[in-house]
């Protein structure tokens, strides 16, 4: 008979020989001299995880046409939520905002946010395993009803707000169904504030956490023999309001919620929406996202910027 | 261990690396992945030293790291379920072993990471509510999943 409780005997039983050595000292050495690099960097941005951004913003660069999203205020405060962009090759975090001969004197906001819904499929050992949202194969696999498939929703590591600027010294989320968290200091609430030196990234990181109804939705019925409906899915809105050296504030919304192909899907106070970036370099997202029937995305716009 | 002790870099890695190692073997069901995710753990670790403030264990912070590293190490490199982990062959008295571990490692992610996380590291609910950021019910739920699913995997020699 085999016991619950005698797992961690097995487990660890199986896994004593692994050994883990690595040359910490050059590890160290290697990460001081890449904190010193950045340092030195005004505006810089960097991370260690996965994450995806949903949101972009269109910058205002002085010798280009696109459009300036700039946030509701009543003074002449702005500020930009930025997505951060992916290394195609890495798949890292890549947003360069220092030495940036282009990019305009404004405060920004970076936003991540994404989520992830996979399948997993059991029962045909042609089919067997992982699948995630978008993936040709579904329609086949959802046409059999001989197939268990067990749905799972993950967030993307830290779904993470950063904010970047020196003029903003104060900023507050708020989200209207859901949470905020506040990772540096462990603090959940519906409006999370930072202040001063706490407000920039790298280590003081604001996530948010979908509302009990998204996340019980989610849950839900974990055994599936037909694709999410994501059209029931709850939704959310966070207001983020930047309180500026002078006193004055500027305030953007973003509304969350996913389209019929699983994407969640950031919408700004204009009505365009932002999904899912890809890059082309560090300098590219997507937004107006046109899908087939499959749920590939076949057309959509770039709101470029001008080459560093 | 009180947050002046985290200074001390090489003394947590020393505690921890196995530690870390196993949990992402465990979870990657690779150890050459495993590696590279370890790898990535303790420059986190290292990087981030200063934002612990000692509100959890240091175990738990450590551990919630390497959940946020695995699952980014899967989601770069699209790994597929694999069960071909090294593991002892052709020995009777390791066969309910092999059994267990291959369930576990059988199972859909989020009921893989619940059972890793409270079977085999022994956290609590709360503190697995905060490592894998959900909420408890969503844990109870899982880890009450996990077992129906091993007990459909391992039959009748599996109860509780």
Redesign the interface.
Known sequence: MIFVSKLKNMLESELDHYEFNTDIEAMKRSETRRQRRRKKVLLSVSSFVFIIIVVSAVLIIPNSKNKEETAINNNSHSFFIVASALDTETNKPLVKLTNSKFLPQKDIILMQIRFACTYYVHGDSELEGSYEMGDKRLNEIFARDDLTINKSFSGMGNDAIWIEGENIKKVEYTAQNGMMYNWADKIQDKTITLEGETIYSDDKEVSWLPPNELITWMENENTTNKPVDFSTAPQDTITITATYSDGNTATRKLKLYFNQYGYLVTETEDGKRYNDCELNGYKKWKSNVTYNENGEEVAWDYNGRAKD | MSRENLMD??SI?LEY??Y???TC??YLKD?HL??DC???V???V???Q??Y?G??SLKTWITRICI??C??ML??R?V??NLDES??EDESDHT??LI??EA?MSL???FREV?ILY??R?FTMKEIA?IT???IP?VE?RIR?A?EL?KER?GD????
Do not use: G, M, W
């Not at chain 2, 020699?157 to 509780?160: A, I, L, T, Y």
């Open positions: 870099f090489d890695y690396k196995d870390i190692y196993r073997i465990l150890h495993a590696e370890t790898q990535d303790f420059i986190k290292y990087k981030k200063k934002s403030k509100k959890s946020n590293c699952r980014d989601r770069k699209k597929e379920d593991l002892p309910k072993k267990v571990s576990v859909p992610l989020q059972v079977y085999y022994e905060e950021h959900t909420k969503n739920y999943r077992k091993l391992l020699d599996f109860c509780e």
